[in-house]
């Protein structure tokens, strides 16, 4: 089952932050998350293993509360290189589930 | 580290023929899988095979195929095309255990006439 994400789209300046959010109706075991800027591939971000576990690179970070079937990313201090699609996914056996995406746009 | 590669980067088709697309994985990795990407769908599963198998298959017609070579190099066929086919195919390969990151190709851009 495709995991929920939201917003759908966030528009920011730079140096504010943001939040997207990725549930599940389906218990979570682990989730990842990708970013696709316009016309490129999806680069691999993080991924999530363990309930409560929060992981950061740079200045993204992201957390997963396996009771609430959830995982948000937090972007602090956006900037212009953050624009992109952001995806987060879900393992089902060997099969890894995105959802429909965020689309975040950082202008100056 | 050579990174994840798919021919041809862009194809077009007309209805009803028959497409392959090629994806060679980053070396070492033994799982592929391929997604299927539309304006607003996302990524859609399409299947993963490792080591010559395929082990989950997505919700895809049967007209969508693929293969797996011992090499690792994966295949993905499209039989008897739709305008509906249109898309950016994308393949990703990694270790195969579960919950390893997924690297990504640049996809192969199909147009149906």
């Known amino acids: 089952q495709q995991p929920v994400q939201s917003p759908q789209a966030v528009i920011l300046r730079e140096g504010e932050d943001a939040v997207i959010n990725c549930s599940s109706s389906k218990a979570l075991y682990s989730v990842h998350w990708y970013r696709q800027k316009h016309g490129e591939a999806p680069i691999f971000l993080m991924i999530l293993l363990k309930g409560g576990e929060q992981k950061g690179h740079d200045k993204i970070s992201a957390s997963f509360n396996e009771k609430k079937q959830q995982s948000s990313l937090y972007l602090t201090a956006s900037q212009l290189s953050y624009s992109g699609t952001y995806f987060c996914?879900?393992?089902?056996?060997?099969?890894?589930?995105f959802g429909e995406g965020t689309q975040l746009t950082v202008n100056p | 580290k050579a990174g994840v590669t798919q021919t041809p980067r862009y194809l077009i088709k007309t209805r009803g023929q028959q497409v392959t697309l090629s994806c060679s994985p980053i070396?070492?990795?033994?799982?592929v899988s391929w997604y299927q990407q539309t304006p607003g769908q996302g990524l859609q599963f399409l299947f993963e095979?490792?080591?010559?198998?395929?082990?989950n298959k997505g919700n895809f017609p049967g007209r969508f195929s693929g293969r797996q070579f011992s090499n690792s190099r994966s295949e993905m066929n499209v039989s008897t095309l739709e305008l509906g086919d249109s898309a950016l195919y994308l393949c990703?390969?990694?270790?195969?255990?579960?919950?390893?990151?997924?690297?990504f190709g640049d996809g192969t851009r199909l147009s149906i006439l």
């Open positions: 990703a390969s990694s270790l195969g255990q579960a919950n390893q990151p997924q690297h």
């Open positions: 996914g879900t393992v089902a056996g060997s099969r890894l589930t």
């Open positions: 095979y490792f080591s010559e198998t395929q082990r």
């Open positions: 070396s070492g990795h033994r799982s």
